[in-house]
């Protein structure tokens, strides 16, 4: 983090988001990012929940229960 | 997450059935859309019950008066047209951003920050920077019209397509036309303004609103919030997306917005000329007004012939409905903006089909 603008990480894609709508931003913050910048701060544990969801559907995509035919 | 998703579904058939009638929801929010249609969710809701796509989508709502006006900007040799990608591809006049390229300087931009370093890398030219969006994007075009007051960028300027989403459903409910029985709320404008915004809408309308998160089962239990609050006769405020959304939204977002813009007047696609709906820079930052600076009249135009993306917009029509559907307007060769940007209920339905639904 610098000034107005911190370096983001999202599943392991990296890019420069500005803080200037979120100055309370600390580093190691979980953030919401729009159009470049920070918005909000993200409840971790809401997160966390959503990110389960997300893996629990990858891995039912990936179990071979389609149907086929 | 299964039985979240088969619990929220058998609160909504249940409550579909007691009301005995079509229930229409409209979602104000693109990125909705795209998730609903993505995610098949209208394939396991009753057959009575219609999602209709609202205003959500910031390049559908723009009205052709200020896409034909980008287009005539383009055509100036002394200007960079700075635009988000959605925009390059909407047609006005025959033409769109992208096919003027060849002549034209267009470059695109994934933020309000980039198109202000534009200006500064190209001192001989005018950037242009064409602001779409609602209270999401606003704060970031209002962040670098101060950025570019502070350091005096004189080859710098904004035209703001700026819009607010509450009149714009205050708008719609006055409609005489209007089937809306609820709507699910946007979840990032929430972000900035608040769920609290939306208050008026129940009370003035009595209508349920109901903000939700982007997720299908975070989107399917919104709906059956909403059913919840039908059937039982009442409306209410709430968020179900609570990790990012708060009563009171982004205070430091707001401020900069309230310090560069001021609402104004202004027309929208489908919608027509709606009060206090618009964000105009204010006179502090008016030699950043691309409107000012190239002595624009804001008027509204014509849709290209044929082109229902007005009535789609409203919820009047499902996008079938349009005889350009999938004949003359495809993603490949757009007529409306409801087909061009990826958020575009057109631009949705084309892709994902017209899904099986169940028996009403």
Known sequence: MEADRAVVDAMGNRWKAKTTLLPEAKLGDLVLVHAGFAISLVDEEEARKTWQLLAEISEFEQTPNKVSG | ?360
Not at chain 2, 117 to 133: E, H, S
């Open chain 2, 1 to 360: 997450m299964l039985d979240r998703i088969n619990k929220a579904q058998k609160l909504i058939d249940a409550a579909c059935e007691a009301l005995g009638r079509q229930i229409n929801i409209m979602e104000v929010c693109g990125t909705h859309t795209v998730s609903i249609f993505r995610n098949g969710i209208r394939s396991i809701l009753p057959g009575s019950l219609k999602l209709l796509s609202g205003p959500g989508c910031p390049v559908c709502v723009t009205d052709q008066g200020y896409i034909d006006t980008i287009l005539e900007l383009a055509d100036r040799r002394d200007c960079i047209i700075a635009t988000y990608g959605d925009m390059i591809r909407v047609p006005g006049k025959g033409w769109s951003l992208e096919t003027k390229r060849a002549k034209a300087d267009v470059r695109i931009v994934l933020s309000s920050e980039d198109a202000l370093q534009l200006a500064r890398d190209n001192p001989g030219k005018t950037v242009v920077f064409i602001a779409v969006g609602f209270e999401t994007t606003a704060p970031a075009t209002a962040v670098v019209a101060e950025e570019a007051a502070a350091e005096s960028i004189g080859n710098f300027c904004i035209l703001s397509g700026h819009k607010l989403v509450v009149p714009a459903m205050r708008a719609l409910l006055a409609g005489k036309n209007n089937k809306i029985d609820a709507f699910l709320c946007p979840g990032h404008v929430s972000v900035i303004i608040g769920y609290g915004a939306f208050g008026e809408i129940v009370e003035d309308f009595g209508r349920p609103c109901v903000v939700a998160g982007f997720e299908a089962v975070q989107i399917i239990e919104g709906l059956a919030e909403i059913f919840r609050q039908l059937s039982s006769g009442r409306a209410e405020l709430k968020s179900m997306y609570p990790a990012v959304v708060t009563e009171k939204g982004n205070a430091a977002a707001q401020r900069v917005i309230d310090e560069c813009f001021e609402p104004a007047d202004g027309y929208w696609r489908g919608l027509g000329q709606i009060e206090k709906s618009t964000l105009k820079l204010k006179d502090e930052y008016a030699r950043f007004d691309a409107f000012k600076r190239f002595d624009i009249t804001e008027a509204p135009a014509e849709e290209e012939r044929g082109c229902r993306c007005g009535q789609v917009l409203c919820g009047l029509i499902e996008p079938p409905e349009c005889a350009l559907f999938g004949q003359t307007c495809t993603p490949q060769d757009p007529v409306g903006p409801c087909m061009v940007s990826s958020e575009g209920a057109c631009a949705a339905w084309f892709k994902y089909g017209r899904e099986p639904r169940r028996k009403p």
